[in-house]
C-alpha cells in the first residue's frame, strides 16, 4: 500500500484468537495521534480487525497490506472491528 492509517498492529497467534473464541485478524493496540485512525477512534481500547473492505484477515502483516492493496492515497476503507466483550462494528477510516 502507498496509504498509511497510523495504526501500531500487534499480531496474536490462531490458537490464542480460537480459545478466546475470535477470527482471525489483527490487533490495534494504539494510533498515532491526529492520524485517520486516531480520528475513527482507534488507540483508545485494543480492538481486533477480522476483516478490510470485506477482505478477510489473517494473524500477519502480509494480510493487512493484501486487504488494503490498491486503495489509493485519501480514500477510504471499511474496518470490521471487534471490541473487547465481543461487539463487532465497521468503521471507515481515511488512508493517507
Not at 20 to 39: C, Q
Not at 64 to 72: F, K, L, Q
Not at 78 to 87: D, K
Amino acid at each position: 500500500s502507498i496509504s498509511w492509517t497510523g495504526m501500531g498492529l500487534d499480531y496474536a497467534s490462531e490458537a490464542s484468537l480460537s480459545e478466546a473464541g475470535l477470527p482471525k485478524g489483527l490487533l490495534v493496540i494504539n494510533a498515532v495521534p491526529g492520524t485517520p485512525a486516531a480520528e475513527a477512534g482507534f488507540g483508545e481500547a485494543t480492538v481486533l480487525i477480522s476483516s478490510i473492505n470485506d477482505k478477510a484477515l489473517n494473524v500477519n502483516l502480509q494480510s493487512y497490506c493484501d486487504a488494503i492493496a490498491g486503495i489509493e492515497n485519501g480514500e477510504s476503507a471499511v474496518f470490521h472491528v471487534i471490541h473487547s466483550g465481543g461487539t463487532e462494528q465497521d468503521v471507515r477510516v481515511a488512508l493517507k
